[in-house]
Every structure is written in C-alpha cells, then in structure tokens.
C-alpha cells in the first residue's frame, strides 16, 4: 500500500520523539550530510535558525561526535535540556549588530548550516521574498565566517530567487547546487542550497 504525505510526516515526527529530536527537521540534515559530507567529527560549526534544536542536538551527537563546537543562534531559545556540552546559544536575530559581534567573536566555522525560516504569512510572495533575503544574509556571513574549504547549507523557500543566491555560491564555493531532502513534507514549497569547498580567495 501507498505511503500518504502524512504517514510519512507521522513517521518522521514519531521517529524524532523516539530518538529525543525536538523537531523531524533532524533527518533532512541527516540525509543532506550523508549524500553532500559537510561536516566531520571535531568541526566548529555555526547553526542560524536553530530552534528548537534539533538540527544542533544531531550535530553534536552524530557529526562532530562530541568533539568541537557549536554555535548555535535563533529568535528563540532552543529546546534542548540538557544543553549539549559542545553547544553555545545566543538568541536573537543572527544579522543583528549584537549577536553578529558574537558570531564573529567565535568564528570562523568550518560549515555553517542555516535551517532559518520567516514566519510565514500565507502570501506565497511576501513568504519567498523574507526566505531569500535570510538566504542571502547568510551567504554574506558565509563570505566572511565561513573557513577556506568550508561548506555551507541554507534553506530557501522556492520562488524563483534561489537561482540567483546559487549563482552567487557559485563565486564563493567550488560546487553550489540546490537538494531537496526526502525527508521535507511532499507538499512543502522548501528547498536547501548547498555549498561545498569554500574557494581561497571568495
Ligand atoms: C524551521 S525552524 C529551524 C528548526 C531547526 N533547524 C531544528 O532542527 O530544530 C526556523 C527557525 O528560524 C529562526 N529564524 C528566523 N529568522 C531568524 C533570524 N533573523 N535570526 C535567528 N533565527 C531566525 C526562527 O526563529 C525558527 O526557529
């Protein structure tokens, strides 16, 4: 029999429960680290958007095994208790001039991955409009607090202005290239990006 779209939601929700995941969004960074290896055990890694905190908790335990850092940034707190010990939080909006302060203060990364999202409105182009304008605030971090040979992944809401932030990855990493895990909602509009070997001199 046929699995439906929300069988397969169901099953991610109750399989991120079981393993103590605050949120199913912790298997689309499992399946993009899996096919695309951005990060490695030891890794200091920079998470935007990161609450309530799964795509941080999974992380810690499965990519840099423990080992490293993590810092992780969101409006809101994450939901993790305990807090893993890799992990520094800072809430807040990560492109403002405070938090960006202590962005940098512990940079640079060796990957950055951003999961950010608006708060949607329904309007399909106002949604698209704030989801590119994240996308890009976090290439420009990328630019700047990304390693040589860093990798990057971001979520954008497809509207058609994903094609000219890949273009710009294009200038800044070896390959750039749009995924879209299996693991996102059949009827999500959501896509990543995905930057891989940061160039010497981007
Ligand atoms: C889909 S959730 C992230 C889920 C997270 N990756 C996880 O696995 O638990 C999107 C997050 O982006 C955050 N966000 C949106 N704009 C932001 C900004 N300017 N600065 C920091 N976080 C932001 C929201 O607060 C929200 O928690």
């Keep these: 029999m046929a699995t439906s779209r929300r069988d397969k939601a169901d099953s991610y929700t109750q399989r991120a429960h079981r393993e103590g995941y605050p949120a199913r969004s912790v298997?689309?960074?499992?399946?993009?680290?899996?096919?695309?290896?951005?990060?490695?055990?030891?890794?200091?890694?920079?998470?935007v958007?990161?609450?309530?905190?799964?795509?941080?908790?999974f992380t810690h335990r499965e990519l840099i095994k423990g080992k490293g850092k993590i810092i992780a940034v969101d409006l809101n707190p994450l939901r993790l208790d305990p807090v893993p010990?890799?992990?520094?939080?800072?809430?807040?909006?990560?492109?403002?001039k405070e938090i960006r302060a202590k962005l940098v203060e512990?940079?640079?990364?060796?990957?950055?991955?951003?999961?950010?999202?608006?708060m949607t409105t329904g309007n399909r182009t106002v949604d698209t409009t704030r989801s590119e304008w994240l996308a890009e605030q976090v290439?420009?971090?990328?630019?700047?607090?990304?390693?040589?040979?860093?990798?990057?992944?971001?979520?954008?809401?497809?509207?058609?202005?994903?094609?000219?932030?890949?273009?710009?990855?294009r200038t800044i990493f070896t390959k750039a290239k749009a995924f879209k895990p299996k693991a996102?909602?059949?009827?999500?509009?959501?896509?990543?990006?995905i930057?891989?070997?940061?160039?010497a001199q981007a």
């Design 27 to 47: 298997y689309k960074l499992e399946e993009i680290n899996q096919t695309h290896h951005l990060i490695k055990p030891g890794d200091s890694v920079l998470d």
């Design 49 to 57: 958007g990161a609450a309530p905190g799964s795509w941080t908790l």
């Design 85 to 96: 010990p890799t992990v520094t939080a800072f809430v807040g909006d990560a492109f403002s």
């Design 106 to 118: 512990n940079g640079p990364y060796d990957c950055i991955i951003s999961d950010a999202a608006p």
């Design 139 to 169: 290439v420009f971090l990328a630019t700047e607090q990304l390693k040589e040979h860093g990798n990057l992944v971001i979520k954008i809401f497809q509207g058609g202005g994903q094609e000219s932030v890949l273009k710009t990855m």
């Design 184 to 193: 996102c909602r059949d009827d999500s509009f959501e896509i990543y990006l």
């Design 195 to 199: 930057g891989l070997d940061k160039k």
